[in-house]
């Protein structure tokens, strides 16, 4: 079944919604989208029975738009594409989880609109920057616009490259999102943010710097460590599914 759409500042956002209950927003991280970050490792399966899932492709990624120019991937932009998805669903009110770059935009949420959620998971993010990768950015956006892929010598953007090809991205689309700066936290901003929040992470998650770190910069943040699990395979963790379960029911 098609997903619907709506349009969000003149960017056709795609989105799936699921289930019943309680609404929970999931924003997917980058070069991957809804159906690959939250559908194949079976959040919704577990969430609808109990919540009303929804979950947006971001701009740039999966059926929605994808701008070519670097300033539509503000953090900003990416926050009022959610924002603009509850509104358009006339929800006031939910849960909030975000992956990667997905928990970037919750985190800027969490700041910027706290009155729109209940509470907020962000895995796969880490205090210094958003990602460890964003170090070598430069690299990465070279190994997605590069023509002979053969040719990337650099690991990490070559692993890069290679899972957005998998999910048959845009890759222009991709490296103008990645070429928008949005690594830097302000610590008096995480200072005040009054909603409940749980970090998760994985022990082998290489690409993320800190996260014990970011969750002490939140008054009153979860910490759920997932042994064995790198910024990958965390994502379908059954105790990253149980304690995500716990928390919202909590709150």
Known sequence: MPMPTFVSYGIPINYLDE???????????????????????????????????IALDQRGHGLSGKPHDSQSYDA????????????????????????????????????????????????GIGGDSATRSLEGRDAIIRALLIEKP?????????TFRTFAESNRNDLKALAACLACDRSRHDPQSLGRIALPVMLVIGTRDVLVANADKLATSIPGAELVTLEGRDHLNAVGDKRYKESVAKFFAAH
């Open 19 to 53: 289930g019943g209950g309680d609404p929970v927003v999931l924003v997917h991280g980058f070069a991957s989208n809804a159906k690959n970050n939250w559908v194949e490792p079976g959040w919704v399966r577990f969430l609808s029975p109990r919540y009303r899932v």
């Open 76 to 123: 900003r932009m990416l926050a009022a594409d959610v924002v603009g998805l509850m509104d358009h669903l006339r929800i006031e009110k939910a849960f909030l989880m975000g992956y990667s770059m997905g928990a970037m935009v919750s985190l800027v949420l969490a700041m910027s609109h706290p009155w729109r959620f209940r509470a907020v998971v962000l895995g």
């Open 150 to 158: 053969d040719s990337i010598d650099d690991p990490v953007a070559k």
